[in-house]
């Protein structure tokens, strides 16, 4: 079945650093992508997403790139900050019996420090 | 414009107790769903709805049931609660053919 891989952390940086989650997918077919942020508290928000391979998704300073032929969607942030500790999760959305199923990853916690 | 509204955000029940779960939407959205959020399991599929009147199951069905009498409301009932329900429930809802999805701000269920 459809699959989403992340690390589940956490994953503690100074503030300013530089910021890569991995996420890699495994689907039946041509789903979209997506990453969702979680601050304590609250519910899932998107935080971007990409329809078709090469598109680049971005948003707060958060970027992903579609990328078909190694099945990932990488998220990066050139200089985090304290304000973007949560847990984010990856997550694909695909077409099946006429509506769209969305798998999510576990999640990975983001701890920033100052 | 209130989007997805959880109620209540926190609860405590006792073993064998029955509750509801309350989840509404004011956006029309065709598609609900509800997901439990466990440490080290992200988030797993109860239930899911279509549309009014037309509910199927997820990955982890058993001890739960729903219903869809309305396009804005999707109620999760646990009939016998067990310690093994304790977990965040979220709702969720979006349109039949959009990806995004709106989620609501939780439900923290203890089960003692």
Known sequence: GDSVTQMEGPVTLSEEAFLTINCTYTATGYPSLFWYVQYPGEGLQLLLKATKADDKGSNKGFEATYRKETTSFHLEKGSVQVSDSAVYFCALSLNSGGYQKVTFGIGTKLQVIP | ?112
């Open chain 2, 1 to 112: 414009n209130a989007g997805v509204t959880q109620t209540p955000k926190f609860q405590v029940l006792k073993t064998g107790q029955s509750m509801t779960l309350q989840c509404a939407q004011d956006m029309n959205h065709e598609y609900m769903s509800w997901y439990r959020q466990d440490p080290g399991m992200g988030l797993r599929l109860i239930h899911y709805s279509v549309g009014a009147g037309i509910t199927d199951q997820g990955e982890v069905p058993n001890g739960y049931n729903v219903s869809r009498s309305t396009t804005e409301d999707f109620p999760l009932r646990l009939l016998s609660a067990a310690p093994s329900q304790t977990s965040v429930y979220f709702c969720a809802s979006r349109l039949q053919g959009g990806p995004e999805a709106f989620f609501g701000q939780g439900t923290r269920l203890t089960v003692v």
